[in-house]
């Protein structure tokens, strides 16, 4: 058994039209695809006794790449309080052009930026910057912009 690529990144997410405002009208994401599921075999997938699932596939922009939210209409559950330091925890980085100019979009639309960018020091990307927000609910994002190609 080989693993051949990653598929798509999954995010559970409390509500879809507030989550589609952040990663289609800020980040510029396309809607590949969105449906409800409704059937025994994602219950038993995900060891439930019931499954009903608001689901999106969203394009990343200029890529082949799939993130899929997941908004549960059953089982409700409590939401988590996500951290990058806590094991369980997950994050999301994409490599974006004209980081400053995204994160003011973010601040204006009122997503919580963690602190202003920072230029990385050590290592392969040395002189690329980095910034983290907050997706509406709580889910790190990372942004990470390649330092300018020197002449």
């Known amino acids: 058994m080989t693993v051949t690529r990653l598929g798509h990144t999954g995010l559970t997410i409390a509500d879809m039209d507030r989550s589609l ?3 289609r ?3 510029g994401f396309d809607v590949v695809s969105r449906r409800v599921i ?3 075999w994602l219950a038993q997938l995900l060891g439930l006794d019931a499954a009903v699932v608001d689901a999106a596939d969203l394009a990343v922009p200029g890529a082949d790449q799939v993130l899929q939210l ?3 209409a059953v089982p ?6 996500p951290s990058m330091s806590a094991p369980g925890s997950v994050h999301v980085a994409f490599v974006v052009d004209g980081l400053r100019d995204l994160l003011g979009r973010c601040a204006e639309a009122g997503i919580a930026v963690l602190a202003p960018p920072v230029m990385i020091t050590t290592g392969v990307n040395t002189g690329g910057t980095l910034a983290c927000v907050t997706d509406p609910d709580g889910i790190i994002v990372e942004f990470f912009e390649a330092p ?3 002449a």
Request: aromatic content about 20%.
């Open 25 to 27: 009208g800020i980040l």
């Open 21 to 23: 405002g952040f990663y």
């Open 76 to 81: 409700s559950v409590e939401a988590v309080s």
């Open 148 to 150: 300018a190609p020197q």
């Open 70 to 72: 997941f908004a549960f």
């Open 38 to 40: 409704d059937a025994p």
